[in-house]
Structure formats: structure tokens, C-alpha cells
């Protein structure tokens, strides 16, 4: 199954045979705008549809959050993107193309939202769908350009949390938990580019910063950090052994923390100094020995 397709429709064999159109995520679509004048007819769409698969009617459900999202709802997109990713008992197939544009959609809405009215739960539900895509069903080369899209709207989240002013302090297991997945997706990507250039430093670095962002209470994220754990052990041995002291004054780094405040020398790329200092005099002398 190939993912997305960015700035063509949606090939229709991709898709589950459905009578009605779906919405097609495009790279530069302007008219992905959230609209907060259709709250209350988007409200009364997500009610009708929360009624709809209480009675199990799937495809009327489907129907009516397709028209939501028309109104900018992206509530309806980040649960259609859901609704895509696991299937609904047998009615509706995952489909993870589908899957991935309809979590693409709603991010594209938060993006227009302004931040200080941004949802936490929503963008956790849509950064959690997507690291599943991610993980078990994108392939890195395949989908590379869904993929790559997925990745430059996350920087953009992550961005955004960094600004204390935009969330509240009680959100901030869940912005903890977001920055756990982010993390953990930039890692993939990392990783996967690490396979052609053999260089795996870009990807130990970014699961040991998925480590250090410390567990969060959330069990999705909280096993993302194990997994983040398991991945820097099974790498770290691939990135070339540099001993932990300093070549220039014979400092002994002991914990893991200290170790990775090392500087290597970028020329010999075989010793680490402590400091910036006794890296200017280490590389002194390779200008020596010139
Ligand atoms: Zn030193
Ligand atoms: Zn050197």
C-alpha cells in the first residue's frame, strides 16, 4: 500500500469504496482554515455523529464527520484519522493512507488555530495516531514525502510548546507526553536515514533525548520511552567508541550525562576534550603535527 500524494487527488484504489468524496490533503491548501463561527454547527455534526455510531450506523457516522470537517472542525479530522488508523469492528478496514491525510487535515487546522486556544488532548490524539503510523505502518522510503510532511508539522508543534506563555501548567504531563512522541518520531526518521549514511549519532542522540524528557504518567508515551530506550542501547554500539577522558587534561567523565557533555574532535574524530578549552589545545595539535 503506497501512502499519499500530496498535491494529486487520492487514487481511488487506495481507498475504501465509499459513495461519499473524501477530503484530499494537499501541502498548500489555503482553504484549511478552522472556523470558529461554524462552532455551534460543528458541534451539533460531532453530537449526530457520536449518536450515529452508538447505533452502530458507521458509514452515516463517517458521512457526517466528513461534512464537519468541510465546516474546519479538527476534531472531526483527528477522529475519521483515528476511525482509519484501527478500523471499526468490521465495518470500516484501517486504511492508513487515509489514516495519515485525515491526522495531517487536523494538524493542519490546529495550525491555523491560535496557540493560546490549542487543545492538548487533541494534538496528543493526533501525535499519538501518527507515531503508530509511524512506527507500523509508514515505510520511510516509500511514503518519504507524507512522511517528511508529517515530520516538518510536528517541529512545528514542538516549536510551539516551547513557548511557556501558549499552555497551561496542568497540561504539562501531556505536553511532556507530546514531546515523548515528537522525539520519538524524529528518531525514526533518523534512524532511517542513518541506514544509507552509516552514521547512527543523529539517532542515539534523539532517543536519549526521548529518555531524558522523563516519564510522563501516560502509558502510550511512557512505553515510547522504554522503547526509546531499547533503540539508543541497540545503537550506541554502532556509533565509533571515543574513551571518555579528556585528551588534554586526563578529565574522567563517569556518568552518562557527563559523557555526553564531551566534545569530540572533529578532525581526528578518535579523542573527546571537556571543554572547549582543551579542545582549542588539542586541536593545536594537529596544526602542529602539519
Ligand atoms: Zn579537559
Ligand atoms: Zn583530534
Known amino acids: 500500500m503506497g501512502l499519499i500524494i500530496t498535491k494529486e487527488p487520492l487514487k481511488t484504489s ?4 465509499k459513495s461519499f468524496q ?3 490533503f494537499k501541502e498548500n491548501d489555503d482553504d484549511l482554515k478552522y472556523n470558529n463561527k461554524n462552532s455551534i454547527i460543528i458541534n451539533e455534526l460531532l453530537n449526530e455523529a457520536e449518536r450515529k455510531i452508538k447505533s452502530c450506523e458507521y458509514t452515516e457516522t ?18 475519521l484519522g483515528y476511525n482509519n488508523l ?10 492508513y493512507a487515509l489514516s495519515a491525510a485525515y491526522y495531517l487535515i487536523a494538524l493542519k487546522f490546529i495550525k491555523t488555530i491560535p496557540n493560546k486556544e490549542w487543545d492538548v488532548n487533541l494534538i496528543l490524539e493526533v501525535i499519538e495516531g501518527l507515531t503508530e503510523l509511524y512506527r507500523f505502518h509508514f515505510n520511510h522510503q516509500r511514503d518519504l514525502l507524507i512522511w517528511n510532511h508529517g515530520i516538518k508539522m510536528m517541529k512545528f ?16 504531563q501531556k505536553i511532556k507526553a507530546l514531546k ?9 526518521t533518523a534512524e532511517f536515514e542513518s541506514k544509507f549514511t552509516s552514521n547512527y549519532k543523529e539517532a542515539v542522540n534523539l532517543y536519549y533525548k526521548c529518555e531524558q524528557v522523563g516519564r510522563c504518567g501516560i502509558k502510550v508515551a511512557d512505553k515510547l520511552i522504554k522503547k526509546a530506550h531499547t533503540k539508543f542501547r541497540l545503537l550506541e554500539s554502532r556509533v565509533p567508541r571515543v574513551q571518555p577522558i579528556c585528551a588534554t587534561c586526563n578529565f574522567e567523565a563517569k556518568n552518562l550525562k557527563a559523557i555526553w557533555n564531551l566534545l569530540v574532535c572533529s578532525k581526528c574524530q578518535t579523542v573527546a576534550c571537556c571543554s572547549r578549552e582543551c579542545l582549542k589545545n588539542h586541536l593545536n595539535l594537529h596544526k602542529k603535527s602539519n
Open 157 to 172: 508543534i514542538e516549536n510551539t510548546l516551547k513557548d511557556p506563555n501558549v499552555l497551561m501548567d496542568k497540561e504539562i
Open 86 to 95: 484501527q478500523g471499526l469492528n468490521s465495518t470500516l478496514k484501517p486504511n
Open 14 to 17: 487506495i481507498l475504501n469504496k
Open 180 to 188: 515523548i512522541h515528537i522525539t520519538f518520531c524524529l528518531a525514526l
Open 22 to 24: 473524501v477530503p484530499i
Open 62 to 79: 463517517e458521512k457526517i464527520l466528513q461534512l464537519a470537517i468541510n465546516f474546519g472542525s479538527p476534531y472531526s479530522a483527528a477522529k
